[in-house]
Nanobody
Framework: QVQLVESGGSLVQPGGSLRLSCTAS????????MAWYRQIPGNQRELVAS???????NYAEFVKGRFTISRDNAKNTVYLQMNSLKAEDTAVYYC???????????WGQGTQVTVSS
């Protein structure tokens, strides 16, 4: 049974920082590219950042220089360090695991990030 469990979402003030974690079970973690997406109510889910099994990263323009994605293969965990948070970063953040050279993918349940004073 595959599970992706996100944690770390919270209420934070503008300019603050949060670190999200997503721990995977039931998959061979190193076979998967990992990514963080976010969704604002009424909007489509959008890519925030991704990291290949080799460690190559990719970021959406709106988070470049503020967010950092990383992975710890020994812990089956991917992280999203979010700095200089803005009100417009408020969303539910989802973790996705995508098997390389395959259409197989899994999603976590999401974690709420609220940026407000």
């Amino acid at each position: 049974q595959v599970q992706l469990v996100e944690s770390g979402g919270s209420l934070v003030q503008p300019g603050g920082s949060l670190r999200l974690s997503c721990t995977a079970s039931g998959i061979i973690f190193t076979y998967y590219q990992m990514a963080w997406y976010r969704q604002i109510p009424g909007n489509q889910r959008e890519l925030v950042a991704s990291i290949t099994n080799g460690g190559t990263t990719n970021y959406a323009e709106f988070v470049k220089g503020r967010f950092t994605i990383s992975r710890d293969n020994a812990k089956n965990t991917v992280y999203l360090q979010m700095n200089s948070l803005k009100a417009e970063d408020t969303a539910v953040y989802y973790c996705k695991a995508a098997r390389t050279l395959s259409n197989l993918m899994y999603w976590g349940q999401g974690t709420q990030v609220t940026v407000s004073s």
